[in-house]
């Protein structure tokens, strides 16, 4: 049983949840997060907390992971997600102009992704910091950018998270 879908989540103040039969919508002063669920588990609103309740036992694998999932949703629309991607090579460099992220990856070409209208992306340097109200979308961006170069072991060049930590390996030696 899940003790994380047991206890109710609280609602901050100028937040507001609504539940329509299994669609669940939190409005806040970042945005606004609205979501379709299984009928498995279902909402209930009261008061300043949201109880989740588990309807079919079938179904009690998703009754925490519901549960987070609104969680997420409320903490998107009250304070945000934020991911950072650092940059490492010579030469490696990444900008944002427009609604695209241009990279310099050592490649031939330059790398251009679209950046999704629900994410606001800035680079500094070579620091890419990527902020949203969808931890999924967030961290699905970040993924997707961080795959374009994944960090070799060698020598650390590729785009890796903040707080990834890269283990190095030792390379040839000379006879």
């Given at each position: 049983?899940?003790?994380?879908?047991?206890?109710?989540?609280?609602?901050?103040?100028?937040?507001?949840?609504?539940?329509?039969?299994?669609?669940v919508?939190?409005?806040?002063?970042?945005?606004?997060?609205?979501?379709?669920?299984?009928?498995?588990?279902?909402?209930?609103?009261e008061?300043?907390?949201v109880?989740?309740?588990?309807?079919?036992?079938?179904?009690?694998?998703?009754?925490?992971?519901?549960?987070s999932?609104?969680?997420?949703?409320?903490?998107?629309?009250?304070?945000?997600?934020v991911?950072?991607?650092?940059?490492?090579?010579?030469?490696?460099?990444?900008?944002?102009?427009?609604?695209?992220?241009?990279?310099?990856?050592?490649?031939?070409h330059?790398?251009?992704?679209?950046i999704?209208?629900?994410?606001?992306?800035t680079?500094?340097?070579?620091?890419?910091?990527?902020?949203?109200?969808?931890?999924?979308?967030?961290?699905?961006?970040?993924?997707?950018?961080?795959?374009?170069?994944?960090?070799?072991?060698?020598?650390?060049?590729?785009?890796?998270?903040?707080?990834?930590?890269?283990?190095?390996?030792?390379?040839?030696k000379?006879?």
């Amino acid at each position: 049983m899940s003790r994380v879908a047991k206890k109710p989540i609280t609602i901050p103040e100028k937040t507001a949840v609504a539940v329509n039969g299994q669609t669940v919508s939190v409005k806040g002063p970042l945005g606004e997060l609205s979501r379709d669920f299984k009928p498995g588990v279902g909402f209930a609103v009261e008061g300043n907390a949201v109880t989740v309740t588990l309807y079919r036992p079938e179904d009690y694998m998703l009754w925490g992971t519901y549960a987070s999932h609104l969680k997420n949703m409320i903490e998107g629309v009250n304070k945000g997600f934020v991911k950072k991607l650092i940059v490492e090579g010579i030469g490696f460099k990444s900008d944002v102009k427009g609604a695209k992220l241009e990279l310099a990856l050592g490649f031939s070409h330059p790398i251009s992704v679209e950046i999704p209208k629900d994410l606001k992306v800035t680079a500094d340097k070579n620091v890419i910091t990527i902020s949203g109200v969808s931890n999924e979308r967030v961290g699905e961006f970040a993924a997707k950018v961080r795959a374009l170069k994944k960090p070799e072991p060698y020598k650390g060049k590729g785009i890796r998270y903040d707080t990834e930590v890269i283990r190095r390996k030792q390379g040839k030696k000379a006879a």
